[in-house]
């Protein structure tokens, strides 16, 4: 198994400070400083994350919804990576609502001038590279119901982390999860059951994957959610 409280078990890979987290897992497989990555994750997150990747990626494809700059790519990708797996990265590198300029998220440092609009796949690619997964994590440049209608690969890990709006939570439940094969896991990020913590949609799309009786929830760490489809 991958990530626990005894040891690491990936061999000849060199750990960065990753150091542990509060529940005592390492992840210390990531060749890279995860802090030097920009994005939204909470290191235990990564942490299970990783560790469910590294049973998932055995039995097929891992892909992810909402790329930014590849935090949680390092995370699940480093588990792929150890186990032959892969994992495809889905964005269109422009941010979700609250990135772009006078929102909350707004990073000024992934804004292209010429474009007039975000781009974090530089940053993407950079963080791939110094992470040596560039054989491991492909990034789909795109849409998300866009390479979700013409998907056709069934699904071993699904981690949907894309944009917070109702319209476009609701289009990668609806256009990803089909894709998922018996006994694969789907991750939902950001999933707040206090309105007060936080936007409602990836709530609603969780609440509705159990109320579809077709997914049984296996684990929550902070704001994620692991399922697994039944
Ligand atoms: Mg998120």
């Given at each position: 198994?991958?990530?626990?409280?005894?040891?690491?078990?990936?061999?000849?890979?060199?750990?960065?400070?990753?150091?542990?987290?509060?529940?005592?897992?390492?992840?210390?497989?990531?060749?890279?400083?995860?802090?030097?990555?920009?994005?939204?994750?909470?290191?235990?997150?990564?942490?299970?994350?990783?560790?469910?990747?590294?049973?998932?990626?055995?039995?097929?494809?891992?892909?992810?919804?909402?790329?930014?700059?590849?935090?949680?790519?390092?995370?699940?990708?480093?588990?792929?990576?150890?186990?032959?797996?892969?994992?495809?990265?889905?964005?269109?590198?422009?941010?979700?609502?609250?990135n772009q300029p006078g929102w909350e998220y707004f990073d000024e440092t992934v804004w292209d001038e010429a474009a007039g609009a975000i781009d974090t796949l530089p940053f993407l690619r950079d963080t791939l590279r110094r992470a040596g997964l560039e054989e491991t994590v492909i990034p789909i440049v795109g849409r998300s119901p866009v390479v979700a209608k013409h998907w056709a690969a069934p699904l071993a890990l699904l981690f949907i982390d894309?944009?917070?709006?109702?319209?476009?939570?609701?289009?990668?439940?609806?256009?990803?999860?089909?894709?998922?094969?018996?006994?694969?896991?789907?991750?939902?990020?950001?999933?707040?059951?206090?309105?007060?913590?936080?936007?409602?949609?990836?709530?609603?799309?969780?609440?509705?994957?159990?109320?579809?009786?077709?997914?049984?929830?296996?684990?929550?760490?902070?704001?994620?959610?692991?399922?697994?489809?039944?």
């Amino acid at each position: 198994m991958s990530v626990d409280r005894e040891k690491c078990p990936h061999d000849g890979t060199q750990a960065h400070g990753q150091g542990e987290t509060a529940r005592g897992w390492r992840v210390t497989a990531l060749n890279i400083d995860i802090a030097t990555v920009r994005g939204f994750l909470h290191a235990e997150e990564g942490a299970a994350l990783h560790r469910h990747a590294q049973v998932a990626a055995r039995r097929g494809p891992c892909l992810e919804i909402g790329s930014w700059c590849g935090k949680s790519a390092v995370y699940i990708g480093a588990a792929c990576k150890a186990v032959g797996g892969i994992l495809f990265t889905v964005d269109h590198h422009r941010g979700s609502e609250e990135n772009q300029p006078g929102w909350e998220y707004f990073d000024e440092t992934v804004w292209d001038e010429a474009a007039g609009a975000i781009d974090t796949l530089p940053f993407l690619r950079d963080t791939l590279r110094r992470a040596g997964l560039e054989e491991t994590v492909i990034p789909i440049v795109g849409r998300s119901p866009v390479v979700a209608k013409h998907w056709a690969a069934p699904l071993a890990l699904l981690f949907i982390d894309g944009g917070h709006t109702m319209e476009h939570a609701l289009a990668d439940w609806r256009g990803w999860a089909r894709h998922l094969m018996p006994g694969g896991l789907l991750a939902i990020h950001d999933v707040f059951p206090d309105p007060a913590d936080g936007g409602r949609p990836p709530f609603e799309i969780y609440r509705r994957a159990l109320a579809s009786d077709l997914f049984e929830e296996v684990e929550a760490v902070e704001s994620l959610r692991i399922l697994r489809r039944l």
